[in-house]
């Protein structure tokens, strides 16, 4: 892992002041701080947690536009993590799920953006069990190349950086695993196991329920919130995630890097199938379409 603090590059926003030549070095991503990064994620983690754990059983919930809860959590982490990486990267521009969004005039402009999502299933936070991650992703001419996901009620912070690895780090311990290592154990654990199939806790549909009826052989289907999804199908905790119910993208951004770094994929299903389309962000409208998420190794299954 790279621990040095190297000169940010400058032009972040606009991709017509930088020559090629220059675009190439800057995705190279050596000027990215991973400590620092790991740093702001796990202390907003922790302010999550402050009031998680708190007495204040209400959260001091309000209700937004789309009619999706929003929390003080989800406000102080915001406010940090965005303060934090104004200040760190004082050129790269931040698409938060709970900032006012630029004009597309302007975000179209940008070569690389943060997308933020400070506190992931707020359904989940609020009902307690557990299953919410802070998120912070980087984009590069609309593909992930850096990932920051942490699972505040677990201790766990997940990481990657293009060409750097993936890794998760247990915050208790401070003990940092290759994910790379813990997806070979789970591939001998999960040997000759049925296929496990990943569906959201709080969103689901029929199409989705169709879908998963037709895979058509054994499967162990498990109901988790957040990205924690992708991150257990990034270390082949899981097989396949039918996402056929609509997401943001600061909703997947983080987590996709790091599958990305784990060999994984995420493709784009459209008309009753699964297209070779990838999803791509800091589009015009930030609504991902459907798609299907897959394990790095899936072993048993070609999927429809």
Known sequence: MNTNIHNKPTNYQNKQQQPQQQQQQQQQLDWLNENALIDIIETASQLILQIYLGTNLAFDITTKSDNSPLTLADRRSNDYIC???????????IISEENQLADYSIRSQYTYAWLIDPLDGTKEFISRNGEFTVNIGLI???????????????????????????????ISSREDIDLQERRRVN?????????RVLASRSHTNQET??????????????????????????????????????????????????????????????????????????????LNPYFICSCPTLLHFSHK
């Open 83 to 93: 303060q934090q990486l104004q200040l760190l990267y004082p050129d790269i521009p």
């Open 140 to 170: 590069y001419d609309h593909s992930p190349v850096a990932g920051f996901v942490s699972i505040p009620a677990k201790g766990l912070t997940y990481w990657s950086i293009q060409g750097r690895g993936a890794f998760c780090r247990d």
């Open 187 to 195: 591939i001998t654990m999960r040997k000759n196991t049925p296929l």
């Open 209 to 286: 329920e169709a879908y998963i009826k037709e895979l058509g052989e054994p499967i162990e289907l498990l109901n988790v919130g957040s990205s924690i999804k992708i991150l257990w199908i990034a270390e082949n905790y899981a097989d396949i995630y039918p996402r056929l119910v609509g997401t943001m993208e600061w909703d997947t951004c983080a987590a996709h890097a790091i599958l990305n770094e784990m060999g994984g994929n995420i493709a784009i299903y459209e008309d009753h199938k699964v297209t070779d389309k990838k999803l791509v962000y800091n589009k015009e409208s930030l």
